[in-house]
């Protein structure tokens, strides 16, 4: 959830992450998340915020099908794995 490396959802998001430097203000702070949102939710919009909201610009982290601007080193394949997906809508489910 906080690598800069994989998922990198500290560019546009921030929470109670102290020791994480340069947070995001383009997306919604993730504090209290895990009481504002049940963990199908979360992950609906980790997974394919496209749903939700068509003009998102968050990008869909499982959904391959009909994405436009699509770098080459993802296209056909999601950014994270299914389990990598459950991970994160298991942490952010303890953000109470």
Do not use: W
């Not at 993730?30 to 009481?35: D, P, T």
């Not at 939710?41 to 909201?53: F, K, T």
Request: charged share 20%; net charge positive.
């Amino acid at each position: 959830m906080v690598s800069r490396q994989l998922g990198q959802c500290l560019l546009c998001h921030s929470g109670p992450f102290p020791e994480e430097r340069f947070q995001g203000a383009i997306g919604p702070d993730l504090s209290g998340i895990g009481e504002r949102l049940s963990e199908g939710q979360i992950r609906l919009r980790v997974a394919d915020p496209g749903r939700l909201n068509p003009a998102s610009i968050m990008p869909a982290y499982f959904r391959t099908a009909g994405l436009t601007r699509v770098a080459p080193a993802f296209r056909d394949r999601p950014m994270l794995t299914a389990e990598q997906i459950e991970d994160v809508v298991a942490f952010l489910a303890l953000l109470k």
